[in-house]
């Protein structure tokens, strides 16, 4: 099993930036790669971004490339979103998401929820325009 601690939310201004953070413990070694899902109120969950742990591969939803960066730190078994530029639709709650499948690159994971095997709690993202 694998546990994730997601962290860093809170409230922002318009424009403004957050870094989120995805804590893994138990099997890391398990994992191949790490996403962030966010969901707002009333709205499906959407993807946001994943990374795979061997490759650093990345892969972006287009409503977020250009304005967020995922990154991983292998040595601390965590992932990072910073989020830039942001704007009131941003807002959401955010939750990592962990997977055990092996696909040679980032996009393969991309948006298709069954991909991932385990989730963070969720962290609430506001952004007051």
């Known amino acids: 099993q694998v546990q994730l601690e997601d962290s860093g939310g809170g409230l922002v201004q318009a424009g403004g930036s957050l870094r989120l953070s995805c804590a893994a413990s138990g099997r890391t070694f398990s994992m191949y790669a790490t996403g962030w899902f966010r969901q707002a109120p009333g709205k499906e969950r959407e993807f946001v971004a994943v990374i795979t742990w061997r490759g650093g591969s990345t892969y972006y939803a287009d409503s977020v490339k250009g304005r967020f960066t995922i990154s991983r730190d292998n040595a601390k078994n965590t992932v990072y979103l910073q989020m830039n530029s942001q704007k009131p639709a941003d807002t959401a709650v955010y939750s990592c998401?962990?997977?055990?499948?092996?696909?040679?690159?980032?996009?393969?994971?991309?948006?298709?929820?069954?991909?991932?095997?385990?989730w963070g709690q969720g962290t609430q993202v506001t952004v007051a325009s």
């Open positions: 998401a962990a997977s055990s499948r092996y696909y040679s690159t980032a996009y393969y994971y991309g948006s298709n929820i069954g991909n991932y095997d385990y």
